[in-house]
T-cell receptor, first 112, second 113 residues
């Protein structure tokens, strides 16, 4: 069974800082990986989807990288803003089976 | 529709009662997923539909849980004889084709007293 880990569980940074969130997975045979943000009491908002053949994806101030061989993905947020405060989750879909496996998330607070 | 919608947004019920949770996916999306999220945890897979059929229900915790998608669009998650441990946020997601980018609804918060 795929295990997905996100470290740190919580992160607090001053506004304007660049930061990196980490996602690790135990089985490198993945189909794709998706990053989400979740605001308190809300559903998940899709940020980026990386296919297994890709190394990175970019959207605005966000950049997600994927290293399948080491079982890692990172989400880079440039010039953080208070509005970026949320929980960030990664989800992995293995090559076999129909399940997506989620990490427990990193709770980000950007201090004005 | 503009996005995935779920109703009700909140449901409070008593132990032993039956509940139904509804999901309206994005129009034209063939794949639909149900997840359950407990406080401080990531979503946990329950069931996946491709069209009208449940392609994978291996995440359903027991036979009190059942889901349908009779016309390949709206889906209903049904929970019989609810227990306090069923309390969680139930999330629905859809994607245009299987395992492409998932889009989530706002969830239904179920509380079993």
């Amino acid at each position: 069974k795929q295990e997905v880990t996100q470290i740190p569980a919580a992160l607090s940074v001053p506004e304007g800082e660049n930061l990196v969130l980490n996602c690790s997975f135990t089985d490198s045979a993945i189909y794709n990986l998706q990053w989400f943000r979740q605001d308190p009491g809300k559903g998940l908002t899709s940020l980026l989807l990386i296919q297994s053949s890709q190394r990175e994806q970019t959207s605005g101030r966000l950049n997600a990288s994927l290293d399948k061989s080491s079982g890692r993905s990172t989400l880079y947020i440039a010039a953080s803003q208070p509005g970026d405060s949320a929980t960030y989750l990664c989800a992995v879909r293995p090559n076999t089976g129909n399940q997506f496996y989620f990490g427990t998330g990193t709770s980000l607070t950007v201090i004005p | 529709g503009a996005g995935v919608s779920q109703t009700p947004s909140n449901k409070v019920t008593e132990k032993g009662k039956y509940v139904e949770l509804r999901c309206d996916p994005i129009s034209g999306h063939t794949a639909l997923y149900w997840y359950r999220q407990s406080l401080g945890q990531g979503p946990e897979f329950l069931i996946y539909f491709q069209g009208t059929g449940a392609a994978d229900d291996s995440g359903l915790p027991n036979d009190r849980f059942f889901a349908v998608r009779p016309e390949g669009s709206v889906s209903t998650l049904k929970i019989q004889r609810t227990e306090r441990g069923d309390s969680a946020v139930y999330l629905c997601a859809s994607s245009s084709v299987a395992f492409s980018e998932q889009f989530f609804g706002p969830g239904t918060r179920l509380t079993v007293l």
